[in-house]
């Protein structure tokens, strides 16, 4: 047997609508009192001041409006500014001011037709300290290989090499240096700039930094070998003391870039033997050196690395 079911009347689902809609704009048409949070910004702290802790991100307002306002209210992210450019002194760092007499500034910046009851918070405090100022290096973290043949031809260079930084005096006193986010390039075999970031800890977020970004540059070339005979010269041989020596000149092998190829030549290396050295250690050898510094000549290498002598009687 088959069973019957009733169906609702539309007319009767319109009349529970409109029922509802208008009990809804009757309910919201009253006005009501209630306690809305408003996030909170902190305007005119003074220039010679920073926050050393993160105060109060919200307050809590005692409201009355009608309840069209109170859910606009709710549903906005509207911040409340308050004036902390007149603080009182509690201790060495600590301030604090009275939100209460702040009431007519808060007023305004709350919707039109809400009037504010009570500010529920008594009092806020700042944790203040003395804003000063210090210089410090920035160290880079760096990660470059060559491809072969290539070096870099001078130092790498961070510009700027060094910052200044605003805070608290007792968190600045710390710091030594400050960190420069990783650079790592593979293969390289030109010249490069890069962009990287001074890095900064949880401890470090309230101190004010001139820069945050740096430039490390590298100029790079390819590198050959050269060789010369370059002459030697004795020191410290007495006037009636004769040597005999196999060669008077040794083989100097370095490493140069392309580009200074040709500035190399053999009055570039000063080599020098010391004979005192050779009787002070008692040994029958002297032991060349290179007096001179070329800073962009590397691996230089003597051959040979000792010089056998004989005494003439």
Known sequence: MATS???????????VIISFLIWLLITFSKEYTTVITYPVNYNNIAQNKLLQEIPVKKIDLSITATGFKILRAKLTTKKINLDASRL???NASKFYF?????????EK???????LEEIMQDTIFLNLGVLTSKKVALKPKVDITYHIGYDLLDQLKVTPDSIVISGPEDQLKNIKYLNLSPLT?????GSFTEEVSILKSTKQNNLKFKNTKVTIAGKVDKFTEGTLQVPFIIKNLPENTNLTILTDKVEIVYVVALSNFAKVSEASFMVECDYAMAVKNDVGYLIPKITTEIDFIKNIKIIPNKIDFLIQK
Request: charged letters at 30%.
């Open 5 to 15: 079911s009733k169906k609702i009347p539309k007319t009767f689902i319109t009349f």
């Open 88 to 90: 009182r002194k509690k």
């Open 185 to 189: 390039l593979k293969g390289v075999k």
């Open 109 to 115: 910046q709350l919707l039109s037709g809400i009037v």
């Open 98 to 106: 009275l939100p209460r007499n702040q009431t007519t500034k808060i």
